[in-house]
Each structure stands twice: as C-alpha cells, then as structure tokens.
C-alpha cells in the first residue's frame, strides 16, 4: 500500500512579506539587546573601530580588507552566540551546575579562539605595514 508523502503547509508555517520582515525586526531587537548588555561586545566593537582605522590608514588591499572583514564578522558572530547560550544556559539551569557552566565556558573559549585567530591575520596584514613605516 502506497503512503502519500506529501506534506500540508500550515498556515502558521505559510512564506509573508510580512512574516520575513517581522523576523528582521525580532534580529535588530536582539543586537540592540546584546549591544546594551555584553561588555565583550563593546571590547570587540572598539577592537573594530581601531582595525577599521588602520585599515584606511595603511591602505590595505581588497583582499586584506576581505580578511579583515571576515574576522571582524566571525569575533562578533561568536560573540552573539555565546551570549545566546549563556542566556539560554542560564534559563534552564539557574542554579550553579557544573556542566552548565562547563557549556559556558566552552562558548567564551570559542569566542576567545576566533578573537586569537584574528589577531594574527591582523598581524599577518598590519605588521609589514607597521615595519616599512620604521
């Protein structure tokens, strides 16, 4: 016997404008949270305007700057999404465990690596700069 495989789109699952545009909304209300919130994110924010300025200053190339802007994109990223499972950690476990804060503290070494790893390609692209000024 043949079973039917096709699926029934629920009204509630239905594509709107209106819908994609209301998640749009729901995405800028949590940056501005996380912005106003997450001291790290400011730290990553003004890492950010200081690379920028740099970045004009020593005229990097297109690709340095294609560099530079995955990092910027990929520290603040994991940012975001550690403070997401800190927050999400925190409303399932709200008393002290300790796998919870083993998931904690797996989440910020994430964010750490990736702000490790950006450093150096900061350095692979700055520091020639840096010594031909000297």
């Known amino acids: 016997m043949a079973s039917s495989t096709t699926q029934k789109v629920s009204p509630k699952n239905s594509f709107t404008f209106k819908k994609r545009l209301k998640s749009f909304e729901y995405a800028f209300k949590g940056l501005l949270k996380a912005l106003k919130t997450q001291h790290n ?30 990092a910027i994109g990929g520290v603040i990223t994991a940012e975001l999404i550690n403070t997401a499972i800190e927050w999400t950690v925190d409303l399932v476990s709200p008393d002290k465990h300790p796998l919870a804060g083993d ?32």
């Open 41 to 70: 994110l400011w730290i990553h924010l003004t890492a950010t305007v200081f690379v920028i300025g740099a970045g004009f200053y020593f005229q990097i190339t297109k690709t340095e700057w294609m560099a530079i802007v995955l």
């Open 103 to 134: 998931i904690k503290d797996v989440a910020a070494g994430a964010v750490l690596f990736f702000a490790l790893v950006s450093v150096v390609i900061g350095l692979l692209i700055f520091l020639p700069h840096i010594i031909n000024m000297l």
